[in-house]
């Protein structure tokens, strides 16, 4: 067993434990305060991240609450391993509660444990074991540990502007083998004004799929209650008329197809209702446009290259006495299409029912080259580890820090064939993959870090 390894093992117990202190701070993002411009819970978790990483023997920095650093090591290049402490929004139905951090059979329970607190805690310790086995470094290791991943990316733009971006780095965010290949990712958002009778609220996110949807009707139950539907729905008596509920189930917007829609079953559910006037022609063409569709097919956008599939996700809606506040698309785009003449397919058949484009985030496509030092190196590293025989580099549609540097690639941690529920209730990681991750990452170190 290498030296890194046998310390990584040894602490074992200490890895654990610090992964679940950072999971009980529920840092989701919430209002500015001073010295914390994602939220107070951000904040301490960033501090105590930090505060870990010295006790690690590492040197440790905090960028005015945006994000913070961890490093060792020297050299006139820096390899950067880029990794976040905000988690989404925990929603319902946990069997555990979820910044409890509970361990049953091997696994830890958790929001953030896989995305990303886990693989962030796993970096901290692989740092410390590198260091530790007396290693000559030829370039410097800076974690960079963000909060605001999950949100605005505000805590890169502020990183960017006050310290030089890494020469090379590498995201623990994904997958493994590797990553080399994330699709442009678009977030709109619509609104349309009108007198309506219709209350509907439905989405936390843009990057989550909704597993819940209310709508308030001005309908008698008795007309809405007969109608048969896929996903669980219930309708109660209001003195108006009847609250519909559809529960779906949340995943990441990158990979829809493994959530089920509460937003988009609504919808279609409305639109086979007697709903009058602007209210049944809204919905009407809201189901025309999104249907139960994942891939934007009814608008136009619907595309397939080397780099996968368009992806869309109908992620927020808010309507109330006043018609459509927030409409809000979750799009992930392969790189042979254009974002900017995507929004325009999209702003053109919403167009139909007074819907002006009210603000929108856009990240362009990220790709580094498979022959790559970065991308031949980690794959080595993966392959000498697990023992598989020819990995192939991935193209996905979610999105990570990777894309804020060009010679950035993701590198693990999520698991061909496990389902660790990112995005989702009862998110988790086993504890012997944390284990084998904190080994990965330290390995893949040494071979872009340190001398032979």
Not at 174 to 195: D, M, Q, R, T
């Amino acid at each position: 067993m290498k030296q890194t390894d046998q310390w990584l093992h040894d602490n074992r117990d200490a890895l654990t434990a610090s992964l679940q202190n950072l999971i009980r701070f529920p840092s989701a993002k919430g209002p500015a305060a001073p010295g914390a411009p994602f939220g107070t819970a951000v904040r301490d978790c960033l501090a105590a991240a930090l505060d870990l990483a010295r006790e690690l023997g590492l040197e440790a920095h905090d960028l005015d609450g945006y994000i913070g650093y961890a490093e060792a090591g020297e050299g006139a290049e820096e390899l950067g391993v880029l990794a976040h402490l905000d988690v989404v929004s925990a929603g319902e139905g946990w069997r555990y509660p979820p910044y409890e951090a509970h361990i049953e059979n091997g696994l830890l329970y958790g929001r953030g444990a896989m995305d990303d607190k886990g693989p962030a805690i796993a970096s901290l310790y692989a740092l410390a074991a590198v260091k530790n086995s007396g290693a000559k470094f030829r370039r410097r290791v800076r974690i960079l540990l963000g909060c605001d991943e999950e949100s605005g990316w505000g805590c890169m733009e502020h990183y960017a502007k006050v310290q030089k971006l890494p020469d090379m780095a590498f995201s623990p965010d994904a997958e493994y083998p590797l990553v080399n290949s994330e699709k442009g990712i678009c977030h709109l958002h619509f609104a349309s004004k009108f007198p309506s009778e219709l209350r509907l609220k439905a989405g936390v996110k843009a990057n989550v799929v909704p597993d819940k949807a209310v709508a308030e009707l001005p309908l008698a139950s008795e007309q809405v209650a007969p109608r048969v539907h896929d996903l669980p729905v219930t309708c109660e008596r209001t003195a108006e008329g009847c609250r519909l509920t559809i529960r779906g189930r949340s995943a990441h917007a990158a990979t829809p197809e493994q959530g089920d829609n509460a937003l988009q079953a609504l919808l279609a559910l409305l639109s086979r209702l007697p709903l009058s006037g602007k209210d049944g022609e809204i919905i009407k063409l809201l189901n025309r446009c999104f249907g139960r569709e994942l891939n934007g097919e009814s608008l136009g956008v619907d595309v397939n290259d080397i780099s996968g599939r368009t992806t869309c996700n109908v992620a927020m809606l808010d309507w109330n006495e006043d018609g459509i506040n927030d409409l809000c698309l979750d799009l992930r785009l392969p790189l042979s299409l254009d974002i900017e003449e995507t929004e325009g397919k999209i702003a053109a058949a919403l167009a139909p029912g007074g819907f002006v484009l009210t603000g929108s985030h856009k990240q362009p496509g990220h790709a580094v080259a498979a022959e790559s030092e970065l991308v031949q190196k980690l794959l080595a590293v993966y392959k000498a580890r697990t023992g598989e025989a020819d990995p192939q580099p991935l193209a996905v549609g979610g999105g990570t820090y990777a894309r804020c540097i060009p010679n950035a690639v993701a590198f693990g941690c999520e698991r061909p064939g496990l389902d660790n529920r990112i995005h989702q209730v009862d998110e988790f990681i086993p504890l012997d993959n944390l284990i084998d991750d904190a080994c990965m990452i330290a390995d893949a170190m040494l071979a872009l870090a340190c001398e032979k």
